[in-house]
């Protein structure tokens, strides 16, 4: 599931290839299946409950890896395992029959991921595979700059 503006960061390959050796979707695959994960995000800001020395250690392995998430505003791509598509359309169905004026989606989006199955929840990519077009935000309604926003390695901006 992509954010409408979400956008792939520039030499990234899936599956990787010599010249961009740690963008390598299936990597990532296999490590949320070795967490017991459900969804996977790609790209995103405000990320929160996450541990940094887990982050780092991702960081330095050959293919990288994924971190566990306890939430996050602002994300821009996911993945979702087919043993969890059943409750995300439940919940994004529920969702979209609310007032627009009356919920913030990622917030009820993650009450979902909360009900999914696995003990593993919800991970992020390391490095970032996914970042968000800059300029005019149709959500805004302006431009933002996010100067947190294009940085593949999160935890560092």
């Given at each position: 599931m992509f954010e409408d503006e979400a956008l792939p960061f520039a030499g990234t390959a899936w599956p990787a290839t010599a010249h961009a050796?740690?963008?390598?979707?299936?990597?990532r695959l296999d490590y949320l299946d070795s967490m017991n994960g459900t969804v996977l995000v790609f790209g995103g800001h405000l990320f929160?409950?996450?541990?940094?020395?887990?982050?780092?250690?991702?960081?330095?392995?050959?293919?990288?890896?994924?971190?566990?998430?306890?939430?996050?505003?602002?994300?821009?791509?996911?993945?979702?395992?087919?043993?969890?598509m059943d409750a995300v359309a439940?919940?994004?169905?529920?969702?979209?029959?609310q007032p627009s004026h009356r919920l913030w989606f990622?917030?009820?989006?993650?009450?979902?991921?909360s009900s999914l199955p696995g003990e593993g929840g919800v991970h992020?990519?390391?490095?970032?595979l996914v970042d968000h077009a800059h300029g005019f935000s149709a959500t805004w309604n302006e431009t933002r700059?996010?100067?947190?926003?294009?940085?593949?390695?999160?935890?560092?901006s």
């Open positions: 050796p740690v963008n390598d979707l299936d990597a929160q409950n996450y541990s940094m020395v887990d982050a780092e250690a991702a960081s330095r392995r050959r293919h990288n890896g994924i971190v566990h998430l306890g939430h996050v505003d602002g994300s821009f791509a996911y993945v979702f395992k087919c043993k969890a439940k919940g994004l169905h529920h969702l979209l029959r990622e917030k009820e989006l993650w009450k979902t991921f992020v990519s390391i490095p970032l700059d996010r100067p947190q926003e294009g940085s593949a390695i999160f935890w560092k």
